[in-house]
């Protein structure tokens, strides 16, 4: 089965530019996550979907980020304007959603630096 | 606030020796236990995981976790490390509830000499 698609793989930046991510789940899976990973940190989580609708998105800093999923499948997370600190790794991932035990399911990451 | 604890940020390891790698968690209500592993250039990826039952967990490549309720404690192990076990290693957290909210530790990274 494939896997959770993420794009760009890579992103440069300068501050207060705007940058967008997106995220391919795995096919049928209704939770989709968006984490940050800063260099030395765990992936922290940022904002969490249950299909279409938002379920958490008490980390995201709403002022600058957004993040949508369409239709329930596909999802973007955007940037504007970006400051140096979200320099990180975002990593999207997706499970069935249907128990806290369920295995998650994570893309190979976007890597922005913004300078 | 919830929160996970992995003790070792780094960890060097000759090939063949024990690997123990701490990880403890706040929170006192039950919850659900995992660890996953990046290897070099590859995505996260499930080790094991728990959330009832025999508190000790096998997972894959003969790694193996024990739950310890009394001190919030899921340390993962493996007898014997191989070359190939360098890698990050993340223990994390999933609360139950609404949306399953995971936490995770800062990682440890598992650098196994040849």
């Known amino acids: 089965e494939a896997g959770v698609a993420q794009s760009p793989r890579y992103k440069i930046i300068e501050k207060r530019q705007s940058v967008a991510f997106w995220c391919n789940p795995i096919s049928g899976h209704a939770t989709l996550y968006w984490y940050q990973q800063i260099l030395g940190q765990g992936p922290k989580l940022l904002i969490q979907f249950q299909n279409n609708g938002v379920v958490d998105d008490s980390q995201l800093p709403k002022d600058r980020f957004s993040a949508e999923r369409l239709k329930g499948v596909d999802s973007t997370l955007k940037i504007q304007p970006a400051k140096l600190e979200d320099s990180a790794v975002y990593l999207c991932a997706s499970t069935t959603g249907q128990f806290a035990i369920d295995t998650q399911y994570f893309g190979p990451g976007t890597r922005l630096t913004v300078l | 606030a919830q929160s996970v604890s992995q003790h070792n940020h780094h960890v060097i390891l000759s090939e063949a020796a024990s690997l123990e790698l701490g990880c403890n968690y706040s929170?006192?209500?039950?919850?659900?236990l995992f660890w996953y592993v990046q290897y070099p250039g590859q995505h996260l990826q499930l080790l094991l995981k728990y959330f009832s039952g025999d508190p000790l967990v096998k997972g894959i490549k003969g790694f193996e976790a024990e739950f310890i309720k009394s001190k919030f404690s899921f340390n993962l192990r493996k007898p014997s490390v191989q070359w190939s076990d360098t890698a990050e290693y993340f223990c994390?957290?999933?609360?139950?509830?609404?949306?399953?909210?995971?936490?995770f530790g800062a990682g440890t990274r598992l650098f196994v000499k040849a």
């Open positions: 929170y006192g209500g039950t919850v659900n």
């Open positions: 994390a957290v999933t609360l139950p509830g609404g949306g399953f909210k995971t936490i």
